[in-house]
Nanobody, 115 residues
Framework: QVQLVESGGGLVQAGGSLRLTCAAS????????MGWYRQAPGKQRGLAAH???????GYADSVKGRFTISRDNAKNTVYLQMNSLKPEDTGVYYC?????????WGQGTQVTVSS
């Protein structure tokens, strides 16, 4: 069983940066593709960025060129560096597995971007 703890969110002005961290416990982390999902107010949760166990990354068009996902398998941690933030990036950010039937959720971390 994997437990996930997200952190690093906050309030930032448009154009600013934040770095999110997801600490995972559990043996399957290193074998799993991981992703950062986000849920804006009143909208469904969607995948913003993902990274395979081997480090191949992918991004939603809305964040491409601004967000960078990375992972440290030795620390069971996934990061999301967010630059040039926009008000539409506001939402709760969660990390979880990608492409797996097993998709645990942590409490998420709130990101608020003011204009």
């Amino acid at each position: 069983q994997v437990q996930l703890v997200e952190s690093g969110g906050g309030l930032v002005q448009a154009g600013g940066s934040l770095r999110l961290t997801c600490a995972a416990s559990g043996s399957i982390f290193r074998m799993s593709a991981m992703g950062w999902y986000r849920q804006a107010p009143g909208k469904q949760r969607g995948l913003a960025a993902h990274i395979t166990s081997g480090g191949i990354t992918g991004y939603a068009d809305s964040v491409k060129g601004r967000f960078t996902i990375s992972r440290d398998n030795a620390k069971n941690t996934v990061y999301l560096q967010m630059n040039s933030l926009k008000p539409e990036d506001t939402g709760v950010y969660y990390c979880s597995t990608v492409g797996s039937d097993y998709r645990p959720w942590g409490q998420g971390t709130q990101v608020t971007v003011s204009s």
